[in-house]
T-cell receptor, first 114, second 116 residues
Framework: AQKITQTQPGMFVQEKEAVTLDCTYDTSDPSYGLFWYKQPSSGEMIFLIYQGSYDQQNATEGRYSLNFQKARKSANLVISASQLGDSAMYFCAMRRQGAQKLVFGQGTRLTINP | DSGVTQTPKHLITATGQRVTLRCSPRSGDLSVYWYQQSLDQGLQFLIQYYNGEERAKGNILERFSAQQFPDLHSELNLSSLELGDSALYFC???????????????FGNGTRLTVT
């Protein structure tokens, strides 16, 4: 079975600060992918970043980076220089090789204060 | 814009009724997924189709059914609706390789269903 845990229901950060959103996962499969999605108040789900289980380097996409610690089974999302538009729900998700579905965590609501 | 189109955006209906949600995947994507997002259950996987065939089933109720047509668009049918079915229903699509763990799902904007 696969499980994703996001322990921070909500976070409040000052604009321009960096923020780390926590995600831990549980799987016995060696091959899997980890994903982060952003859901603004308008409701759409926006794909942000991907990390594969065999990737040696941490993934980066613009201001987003993924702090991947395989031994600890954690895949934290780091947003640098936060902006007001970063206020949203953030979901961590995992997909293992051969599985069809993406399994999501419960999400973290991030609020950026001016 | 993810390239996944869902219609309608909003749907308000009464208990006991039946509705159909429609999804057009991104161009070239063969897999379509349906998810339900409710406040208490989070994002729950319902069902997946790949190139017209059902590939995986999640927590989908018997009152719900789906299909994927030859042009790859998909429909999710919800019948005998109950108040608890009120939720945001997402369709997502992914690429040509089924079961590949490195393909992200690209989501539509969702259909918000309200059952009164």
């Amino acid at each position: 079975a696969q499980k994703i845990t996001q322990t921070q229901p909500g976070m409040f950060v000052q604009e321009k600060e960096a923020v780390t959103l926590d995600c831990t996962y549980d799987t016995s499969d060696p091959s899997y992918g980890l994903f982060w999605y952003k859901q603004p108040s308008s409701g759409e789900m926006i794909f942000l970043i991907y990390q594969g289980s065999y990737d040696q380097q941490n993934a980066t996409e613009g201001r987003y980076s993924l702090n991947f610690q395989k031994a600890r089974k954690s895949a934290n999302l780091v947003i640098s220089a936060s902006q007001l538009g970063d206020s949203a729900m953030y979901f961590c998700a995992m997909r293992r090789q051969g599985a069809q579905k993406l399994v999501f965590g419960q999400g973290t609501r991030l609020t950026i204060n001016p | 814009d993810s390239g996944v189109t869902q219609t309608p955006k909003h749907l308000i209906t009464a208990t006991g009724q039946r509705v159909t949600l429609r999804c057009s995947p991104r161009s070239g994507d063969l897999s379509v997924y349906w998810y339900q997002q409710s406040l208490d259950q989070g994002l729950q996987f319902l069902i997946q189709y790949y190139n017209g065939e059902e590939r995986a089933k999640g927590n989908i109720l018997e009152r719900f059914s789906a299909q994927q047509f030859p042009d790859l668009h998909s429909e999710l049918n919800l019948s005998s609706l109950e108040l608890g079915d009120s939720a945001l229903y997402f369709c997502a699509s992914s690429g040509r390789t089924v079961g590949s763990y490195n393909s992200p799902l690209h989501f539509g904007n969702g259909t918000r269903l309200t059952v009164t």
